[in-house]
């Protein structure tokens, strides 16, 4: 079993700034994927980045060159006695990035979506 807790949202003005953070831990995993997605009201949830088994990163479109994905540690292996956290920095916040985020991890990046973990959602306001 994997926990993930997700903090850091809150409210920003168009323009700004916000952290979120992850603190992932639980079953062993040697090699892992990370990923960050969000789910706006009425609207399908949506990966946003992912930082993959070799530490490369992926953006949606959407946020490419404002959202960064990171780990604060070198990757090592998640289990029951290290909590490993994976960041999401997002400048330049507009209303459309307006949602609540949510973290995961799976074994890879290529698995189905059923075989991935998440938390339980931060929520980000933008206001304009």
């Known amino acids: 079993q994997v926990q993930l807790v997700e903090s850091g949202g809150g409210s920003v003005e168009s323009g700004g700034s916000l952290t979120l953070s992850c603190s992932v831990s639980?079953?062993?995993?040697?090699?892992?994927?990370l990923a960050w997605s969000r789910q706006a009201s009425g609207s399908q949830r949506e990966e946003v980045a992912r930082l993959d088994e070799e530490g490369t990163t992926e953006y949606a479109s959407a946020v490419k060159g404002r959202f960064t994905i990171f780990q604060d540690t070198a990757r090592f292996p998640i289990s029951r006695d290290k909590k490993n956290t994976v960041y999401l920095t997002m400048n330049n916040l507009n209303v459309d990035d307006t949602a609540m985020y949510y973290c995961?991890?799976?074994?890879?990046?290529?698995?189905?979506?059923?075989?991935?973990?998440w938390g339980q959602g931060t929520q980000v306001f933008v206001s304009s």
């Open positions: 639980g079953y062993i995993y040697y090699n892992y994927c």
């Open positions: 995961g991890v799976a074994r890879s990046c290529t698995a189905p979506t059923e075989w991935w973990d």
